[in-house]
């Protein structure tokens, strides 16, 4: 099965703090997604990258950039975290962009800045 | 541009009742439809699929149909289990669309 891992389920960061997220996944998928879950809200895409060192905005990508190194791993990151970015961060990979496949999930992170 | 919309809840349910969760969908060209489940403190699990009109997924005893004349993608289970409690997405994506259009989740608890 296609596993993909977020480095830390919990983190407490103070605000102005830059703040990276790692996600990493073990089976050469191409494209890989960041969104925020926030109640009421839903999911919303951060940022994707549908291969190495590319990147497209999402629907919320103030405040965050992201990185594509390598192609397993997709990192976010927290310029100058503030408490509005207190939420869980969700992680998923996909093979293509061909809409045929769904995505697998990272377990998440919750961050809260305080 | 595309949208997902799931039936409101929470839905509460005995152990052993039918199970229906709706999902109407809007989207330009010809999307592929899923369902995911998130149990509590987890990140979202891809339960089933459908590609094309008239399709069908299943897992688990879960089933959902692509309704291209009703733009539907409603989710069934014949008989919940307590263990089924969780959040279900409703969610799109589009034909080299890149990104999941997603709905807002229905939070399901079903008790013994």
């Known amino acids: 099965d296609v596993k993909v891992t977020q480095s830390s389920r919990y983190l407490v960061k103070r605000t102005g703090e830059k703040v990276f997220l790692e996600c990493v996944q073990d089976m050469d998928h191409e494209n890989m997604f960041w969104y925020r879950q926030d109640p009421g809200l839903g999911l919303r895409l951060i940022y994707f990258s549908y291969d190495v060192k590319m990147k497209e905005k999402g629907d919320i990508p103030e405040g965050y950039s992201v990185s594509r190194e390598k192609k397993e791993r997709f990192s976010l990151i927290l310029e100058s975290a503030s408490t509005n970015q207190t939420s869980m961060y969700l992680c998923?990979?996909?093979?293509?962009?061909?809409?045929?496949?769904?995505?697998?999930f990272g377990s998440g992170t919750r961050l809260t800045v305080v | 541009g595309d949208s997902v919309t799931q039936m409101e809840g929470p839905v509460t349910l005995s152990e052993e009742a039918f199970l229906t969760i709706n999902c109407t969908y809007t989207?330009?060209?010809?999307?592929?439809l899923f369902w995911y489940v998130q149990y509590p403190g987890e990140g979202l699990q891809l339960l089933l699929k459908a590609t094309k009109a008239d399709d069908k997924g299943s897992n688990k005893g879960f089933e959902a149909t692509y309704r291209k004349e009703t733009t539907s993608f409603h989710l069934e289970k014949g008989s919940v289990q307590v263990s089924d409690s969780a959040v279900y997405f409703c969610a799109l994506t589009n034909t080299n669309a890149g990104k999941s259009t997603f709905g807002d989740g229905t939070t399901l608890t079903v008790k013994p």
């Open positions: 998923a990979s996909r093979p293509t962009l061909t809409g045929y496949y769904g995505y697998t």
């Open positions: 989207a330009t060209g010809y999307p592929s």
